[in-house]
């Protein structure tokens, strides 16, 4: 399975995701702030980077792009994990580096589907 990083600073948010993964047999790595997840992504190359948009201080766009201008980071894919839902959220998020969107509120019955299919095409890339 894979290791994965949700990027995330609410706690509860970031039980239920690590639930839901573990349950599908992913590593679940966690970080609630842009530091900590530059520490992890460091640290561990996760396979897959789930990121949430709107977080104090650095937000997910910026840290998108921080990831994606490092070379060697730049082939992790970045899910954006977003209560941005309005007309153009998507677009933004995909203008910023990201290479798929999810929209919260989480629906626990997707999620691994959707994770199943971003790691596919990170496989076959």
Not at 30 to 41: G, K, Q, R, T
Not at 86 to 112: N, T
Request: glycine share 4%; aromatic share 4%; hydrophobic share 45%.
């Amino acid at each position: 399975m894979a290791t994965i990083l949700y990027v995330e600073d609410d706690h509860l948010n970031r039980r239920l995701v690590q639930r839901i993964l573990l349950a599908e047999g992913h590593e679940v790595l966690e970080a609630s702030n842009a530091p900590e997840a530059l520490d992890v992504i460091r640290a561990q190359q996760p396979d897959l980077i789930l990121m949430d948009i709107n977080m104090p201080e650095v937000d997910g766009f910026t840290l998108t792009r921080q990831i994606k201008n490092n070379p060697a980071w730049k082939h992790i894919p970045v899910i954006a994990l977003t209560a941005n839902v309005m007309k153009g959220d998507r677009e933004r998020v995909l203008q910023a580096g990201c290479d798929g969107y999810i929209q919260k509120p989480i629906d626990v019955d997707a999620l691994p589907r959707q994770i199943a299919t971003f790691l596919h095409h990170k496989a076959t890339r």
